[in-house]
């Protein structure tokens, strides 16, 4: 620390002080973009993640409930409320898609999805003409291609689900990284203001050794 004694005494705590407050700007700085970033996984988790596993649930449900309906319905006198039942189910399943539609989707899931949208559409037209139908002779085909359909989509929500699952592991992941991280300028500003201490120390000591210990009377030479 010799080149500290070259240095007036003010300059050298104006070069401390500027690169301490350098140090911790720089900190502060990444632990706000880390906190930010921290926030940001947690809201994908919820809205992009666990939703979606909802929506994915729901889908099910109504496709199993329409497949149910279909599969139970008996004479063609039950047309109307048929129909009537079987729009409900649509009506609730494209408020579900439209929701899903708005998610953050991987460039897997976006192409699980248009599939699944494109199966949902397939299983509407067939459920149209399996209604309008007016014998069961004519129903048995259209609902053999429900069933294979049905057999499609699910399958599609299933990949869909598992992807919630791979992409919800790499979120947890990444959060794990961040409160590393966090963790790791925590103790690094512990270390600074440990090393601000010693500093302190230095710099009382380098001002004292400065300074003669006793003054010198020119006039005895």
Same mark, same amino acid.
């Given at each position: ?54 929506? #994915?649930?729901? *889908?099910? $449900? ?5 497949? /149910? ?5 008996? +004479?063609? &006198? ?63 085909? #259209?609902?053999? *291609?429900? $069933? ?5 989509? /699910? ?5 869909? +689900?598992? &992807? ?58």
């Amino acid at each position: 620390m010799k080149w500290m004694y070259g240095i007036p005494q003010k300059k050298r705590v104006a070069i401390w002080a500027t690169l301490i407050m350098t140090i911790f700007f720089a900190i502060n700085w990444v632990d706000k973009n880390n906190a930010n970033t921290l926030d940001s996984t947690f809201d994908s988790v919820y809205e992009d993640r666990l939703l979606v596993e909802s929506y #994915i649930f729901l *889908l099910s $449900e109504h496709l199993y409930q329409k497949k /149910i309906t279909m599969s139970t319905c008996g +004479s063609y &006198i039950e047309q109307s409320v048929l129909a009537e039942k079987i729009s409900n189910h649509n009506k609730s399943i494209n408020e579900l898609v439209v929701a899903f539609g708005k998610t953050k989707l991987t460039r897997e899931e976006s192409s699980y999805f248009a599939q699944l949208k494109n199966g949902l559409k397939e299983i509407e037209t067939l459920e149209e003409e399996f209604i309008t139908s007016k014998s069961e002779e004519s129903r048995l085909p #259209i609902m053999s *291609l429900m $069933e294979d359909q049905f057999e499609t989509t /699910i399958g599609d929500l299933n990949q869909l +689900s598992k &992807i919630q699952i791979t992409e919800g592991k790499v979120l947890k992941d990444q959060s794990k990284k961040i409160l590393a991280g966090s963790t790791l300028l925590t103790q690094f500003e512990l270390v600074i203001i440990i090393g601000i201490g010693i500093l302190i120390q230095i710099l009382i000591f380098a001002s004292r050794t400065s300074v003669p210990k006793k003054p010198q009377n020119y006039q005895l030479n």
